[in-house]
């Protein structure tokens, strides 16, 4: 089974890097933080490249 991205919406301040990194995983949920709502919308290796790593609070974690 491939890992999946989470966002921990309690850390998330809502900066857009993810958002605008991977639009096809990650966008904005109603409640103005990052989610992901597609978590196969890319492969693991750019998820964390663009995502996971430029995080700046390292709310985005893999389950």
């Known amino acids: 089974m491939a ?5 921990d919406q309690d850390v998330c301040i ?4 993810c958002t605008d990194n991977v639009p096809e995983v ?3 949920a109603d409640n103005g933080k990052a989610e992901a ?3 196969v919308g890319a492969s693991e290796d750019e ?3 663009n995502a ?7 709310c ?3 389950r």
């Open 47 to 49: 998820i964390q490249r």
């Open 26 to 28: 990650f966008r904005f």
């Open 14 to 17: 809502s900066c857009g890097l």
């Open 37 to 39: 709502y597609d978590p």
């Open 52 to 58: 996971v790593d430029v995080c700046p609070v390292s």
């Open 3 to 7: 890992k999946e991205p989470w966002v």
């Open 60 to 62: 985005i974690h893999w």
